[in-house]
Structures are given as C-alpha cells and as structure tokens.
C-alpha cells in the first residue's frame, strides 16, 4: 500500500530562520511521482513541485529546495530565510499514474509551519 | 489562466439537510476530482472522473454522497442527508488526463467549500 508520513505536526520558526519539512513514503512502485503542495489560511492547494521517481536531482527554485533521496524513501523540503508569508500548511503528496491507481494523490497529514516576526 | 472554480466558499447546514457543491476545471482539463479534507488531516480522494465517466469512487460514502460530470466539464457534488462527520472542506481538482506524463500528471486544486453540520 502507497503511504506518506510528515512526522512533523507543527514547526515554529523566527523569520529568516532556515526550516526543513521531512517527508517519508512508502511505496511498491518503481514509477511514482512526488509533490509539494502548499496551503494558506484560505484553503486552495497550491502546487510547488512535482518530482518523478527516476529524477534524484536536487531542486532549487528561489529560497526553496527539495531532497530527493530513494535510499531513505524521504522528500524533504527546506526554506531558506524563512518570511512570514511561508507560514501555511505544507502536505507532501505520492501519486502512482501507470498502476491502475489512475492518478490518485496520497496525502500525508501535513506540516503546519508558523514564521513569527 | 482561470484556476478551478468553487462554488459556494462556506456553507453551514443542519444534519439531515442537503447540500450541493460546483465545481469548474481548468480548461482544457479531462481529469477532474473531488477530495474531502476534514480539520487537521490531509486531502482524501472521494470521486474521480475523466470526461464524463467515473474511473475511481472507491471511498465515496455512496449512501450519501453522489457526483456528476454530465457535459464533462462542470461537476456537482451532493451530500444527502448530511451527518455531523461530513463538516470537512471539499477540494475539487484537476488535470489535462489520467496519465499524462509530459506534465507529470500536475493536479492543481480551488480554493474548496467550506462544509460546517451542526
């Protein structure tokens, strides 16, 4: 069975503060992708990356980064400098498109990442 | 670009009550979906179409719940009668198709309705 895991429930930061969102799956799949999706007080998911299961490649987009790392089964996620409008829930997502699971997302619980001033 | 359409944003109803939720895709989307994402807890997906038909309503309370997609485009999702355990924010997603690996199969999601049963 596919399953994502964000032990983290809650993270407390003070701006400018580096923070990293751990994120561990699990899945019997060799074709698999890999999400990031944020979500503000206002409750749309919005999309920060996707990584496919055959790209390791560290990604850097602005004061973003993800690790991508099949021999842990984890993505993880850090924040450089952190500001207060990265505060929001953050949900790691697993999707399987080519098993018959038709491009169903699994979602972990959520990181809820609060940046004071 | 439009994003996914939600209508309404906040709705409180009493048990036993009905209640319908909208949902417009982007455009050009085959794929469209309709997660549950109750307080604290992660999106599940509850009903998935591609065009018109179903292709994955394993975790929709069928009892109660009911969806339609009958253009292919514009969906409906309605809860009848409704339960105290329905209170949850209701996500509708999208994609350009089932498996289309040029983009990575990307599902980009409204900003929900907001479900409160009391």
């Known amino acids: 069975a596919q399953k994502v895991t964000q032990a983290q429930t809650e993270i407390s930061v003070v701006e400018k503060e580096d923070v990293t969102l751990d994120c561990v799956y699990e899945?019997?799949?060799?074709?698999?992708?890999l999400f990031w999706y944020k979500q503000p007080p206002s409750g749309e998911l919005v999309f920060l990356i996707r990584?496919?299961?055959?790209?390791?490649q560290n990604e850097i987009s602005g004061r973003y980064s993800w690790n991508f790392q099949k021999s842990t089964s984890s993505f993880n996620f850090t924040i450089t400098a952190s500001q207060v409008v990265d505060s929001a829930v953050y949900f790691c997502?697993?999707?399987?498109?080519?098993?018959?699971?038709?491009?169903?997302?699994?979602f972990g619980a959520g990181t809820r990442l609060a940046v004071h001033p | 670009e439009a994003g996914v359409a939600q209508s309404p944003r906040y709705k409180i109803i009493e048990k036993r009550q009905s209640v319908a939720f909208w949902c417009n895709p982007i455009s050009g989307h085959a794929t469209l979906y309709w997660y549950q994402q109750i307080l604290g807890q992660g999106p599940k997906l509850l009903i998935q179409f591609q065009n018109n038909g179903v292709v994955d309503d394993s975790q929709l309370p069928k009892d109660r719940f009911s969806a339609e997609r009958l253009k292919g485009v514009d969906s409906t999702l309605k809860i009848q009668p409704a339960k105290l355990e329905d209170s949850a924010v209701y996500l509708c997603?999208?994609?350009?198709?089932?498996?289309?690996?040029?983009?990575?199969?990307?599902?980009?999601f409204g900003e929900g309705s907001w479900l409160t049963v009391v």
């Open positions: 899945t019997r799949d060799t074709t698999y992708y």
């Open positions: 997603a999208s994609s350009l198709g089932l498996r289309d690996s040029s983009s990575g199969n990307t599902i980009y």
């Open positions: 990584r496919n299961s055959f790209d390791e």
């Open positions: 997502a697993l999707s399987d498109p080519y098993s018959g699971g038709y491009n169903k997302l699994i």
